[in-house]
């Protein structure tokens, strides 16, 4: 069977990923004069920290949801809203956009030097917790909304119309109808979210503002980077790790959200709403297309404000390319990993083996529990001990983008897989198709869907900063870091217009993806 030939490459490349974690780990549990340092558990500010990132987690995830709701409910009920699909593609650009654009944006809007800033009042500041809750509602509200969404669609058409012929108020609508339907994703959206702002990392470096308003992953830099306090950063990774990772594994108790589902709804049978109820909703959508919509318009006006020697002195080429390349390698690496890793799960389900299949899945996804900046830290600090740091550094930047991209990639193609076995899985053993055969008829059926995962893994590993801030050097610069450099030295026309530029190619990739989702 031509399957059972790549089954062997799939366990090696399930095993490689195994290894880099393992070898993570073996970095992480140095001891000895640099090993863990247990007293970091007993330290009061250690403790503040904790408690802030686990603050700042729950208020960003709590606000999401919140306000993601009433958008979701517009969408579902108004499904001729001008510019509906725009704004779903547009929620999906905010959620993958590199963290560094929304910074600049929202320093350009609500910074020292704001636009909006003269009318908020002196107290305010937009660095600390409420700068913090901003961008996190920003980036993760617009995942919340798709969600939601694609949700509400689930609700059947039948069950409206008994609505109506019971004549339902809208108060029993949302009860006895939206309310069973979204409940099942309120916890899992929410979850999710913690775990994000949780192990947020450029957005507290940012606009944390001072030791009051750090998290556990800006601390593990800073006493990595600047007190070069390895004790101190290993002791702090493995507290990230454990609480990180256990928040991940509780949430994966509860079913996926399909955030990333095209809209396919058509025309159905939806409940009569009044004139106030739909001025309601368009007003609320209206709104969510404003909010989303202003920081990044914030950053055009200062295109005029850079002068044309300014903008030379840049030396955008190098950094763009170095982002680039960096993402297409790890992006690349990641969808391919993913599709070997695929075959010995596939192999399983086709027998019936589910335990395996289950094991196979969990084994392959397992990066997601891992937050990218204890792995680096783990394999700085074994990098460290070799003394092979700055020869090394652009390799385990994409060793290790690549280590966490591939659930994502293994998430899109994994359901088209599973369909192609269940369509001509009997046919290709009947025609007993040799290795390269089965390949040239199976990679034209994935062809879409090998675009859409290298497309989302691309978007995400273009957009790393955690990472690229562990093992580069100071004379290293991707788009992402130079708009941080920038940004954190107050050069806001600088910043903004890398920042533009990113936006351009983020939404181009973003168009890309929406065009492939929709076919």
Known sequence: MAQRSSQVIGYLALISLLLITTWAFYGLSRVGE???SVAVFTDPYIHSLLLFSLKQAALSATGAVVLALPVARALYYLPKLVGKQLFLAFCLLCFVLPTLILITGLVALLGQAGWLTPYLGESWNLYGLQGILLAHLFLNMP????????????????????????????????????WPQLRGRLLTVWAFVFVLCFNSFAVVLSLGGGPQSTTLEVAIYQALKYDFNIPEALSLAWLQLLIAGSLFLLMTRFSASAWLSADTARTQFLPRLTAYSRLIHQWIYGLAWLVLLAP???????????????????AILKPVLTSLALGVVAAGLAVLLALMVLTPIRLARLAGQDKQQWLLETLANHSLILPAMVVSVGLYVWLLTQGRLERWGWFFIIL???????????????PRLFQFDDQYQRLTQQLKLNSRT?????????????????????????????????????????????????????RIPEASVLSLLFLLICGGLVVWLERIKNH
């Open 34 to 36: 640099d090993g863990l």
């Open 438 to 490: 089965y390949w040239q008829v199976l990679l034209p059926w994935l062809k879409r869907d090998l675009q859409a995962a290298f497309v989302l893994t691309l978007l995400l590993a273009m957009g790393d900063v955690a990472i690229f801030s562990i093992f580069a050097k100071d004379e290293w610069s991707s788009l992402p870091w130079l708009i941080y450099t920038y940004a954190s030295s107050y």
């Open 296 to 314: 990044l318009l914030a950053l055009l006006p200062n295109l005029w404000q850079i002068q044309v020697e300014r903008l030379a002195e840049l």
């Open 143 to 178: 995942f919340a909304i798709r969600a939601f969404y694609l949700q509400l669609q689930s609700i059947p058409a039948s069950s409206w119309q008994l609505a109506r012929q019971l004549k339902l108020k809208t108060w029993q609508h949302w009860a006895l109808l939206e």
């Open 400 to 414: 290790i983008n690549t280590l966490i991209l591939v659930p994502f990639a293994l998430q899109q193609l994994k």
